[in-house]
Nanobody, 120 residues
Framework: QVQLVESGGGLVQPGGSLRLSCAAS????????MGWYLRAPGKQRELVAAISSGGMTNYADSVKGRFTISRDNAKNTVYLQMNSLKAEDTAVYYC??????????????WGQGTQVTVSS
């Protein structure tokens, strides 16, 4: 059983910052790409940022220069540092990890989601 637990969401004023965390635990052999996605009402989840096991990163154009994704492989944890937040960033943010369990195949695992609200 693999579990991803997210934390760090909340209410922040425009221009403020938040740091999201997502820790994977359970039966894990290897973790490959980890990333953060958001879901706006009535739409599918969209990629915000992703990071490979070797540290290569991808960002949505809307967050480049404001958000930074990082990971601590020893802790099986991925972070999203969110700076200069805008009202448009308001969404539920979901953590995703590509994980190979012992003796198994790579599959996608998702966190429970954490609410980020940017409002004055």
């Amino acid at each position: 059983q693999v579990q991803l637990v997210e934390s760090g969401g909340g209410l922040v004023q425009p221009g403020g910052s938040l740091r999201l965390s997502c820790a994977a635990s359970g039966s894990i052999f290897s973790i490959y790409t980890m990333g953060w996605y958001l879901r706006a009402p009535g739409k599918q989840r969209e990629l915000v940022a992703a990071i490979s096991s070797g540290g290569m990163t991808n960002y949505a154009d809307s967050v480049k220069g404001r958000f930074t994704i990082s990971r601590d492989n020893a802790k099986n944890t991925v972070y999203l540092q969110m700076n200069s937040l805008k009202a448009e960033d308001t969404a539920v943010y979901y953590c995703k990890a590509e994980i190979r369990p012992p003796g198994g195949y790579i599959d996608d695992y998702w966190g429970q989601g954490t609410q980020v609200t940017v409002s004055s």
